[in-house]
């Protein structure tokens, strides 16, 4: 696109995944999103002129739902929190944003996993260090990818007390308009007010939220 020599687009790729821009894809042959691009990213949304709607949205949904809501986007072998509306109850979980929480036992870090190739998939939890966190942590590798590909099916993810004891969290996929993942929508909240067995219940509601967030991102 560019009409650049061959030798000049290499070097200035490699520049740019030296200074974590560019990330090198797995197969070695092309590039993706570096962390530093993620944070430009983000730093893009958070300020523009679409953050008090993007409020507005995670602020009605966490009314509907009566608990915690966020947004979370793939940061290397973590996710981060971008945006984050607190429940009005007096017990409450507090994740600031920025703050990262491993891939593996967080509902919107296994709704990722589940976007990727499972070849990629398998490569990255093969990397992963699958350590207890709490009471339901999965650190069995086998019984995680079937988990992953469970969630592929059904594009919801949870965390059941896999990260924290008597924290659950359930997580909806946010979607440009080719259908691409980008973030994650979940809701977050103690066990003792949510329950896994009835999170039917809060699925229309995040699904509604998440493609508002999309159609608001295509706006932006």
Partial sequence: VLNLPKATAHRLCAKLEARGY????????????GNRLFDVAVGVLASSRFGA???????????????????AYPDGLYM?????????APLRLQFPI???????????????????QK???????KKLKLEAHAKNTITNPEILLAEIDNIERQQVSIDNQELYDDVVA???PIKDKRGRYYSSLAIQAPASRISINHSERYLPLLREAANDLA???EDE
């Fill in 53 to 71: 709607t993007r409020r507005a949205i995670l602020t009605e949904l966490s009314e509907k739902v009566g608990e915690t809501c966020n947004i």
């Fill in 170 to 172: 359930i997580a909806v």
């Fill in 80 to 88: 981060a929190y971008s945006d984050r509306v607190e429940t009005k």
């Fill in 215 to 217: 159609m608001l991102a």
């Fill in 119 to 125: 070849s990629r998939r398998k490569a990255v939890i």
């Fill in 98 to 116: 920025g703050m990262r929480v491993p891939l593996y036992c967080t509902a919107s870090g296994k709704l990722y996993l589940s976007t990727l």
């Fill in 22 to 33: 560019l990330l090198k894809r797995i197969d070695g042959k092309s590039y993706q999103p």
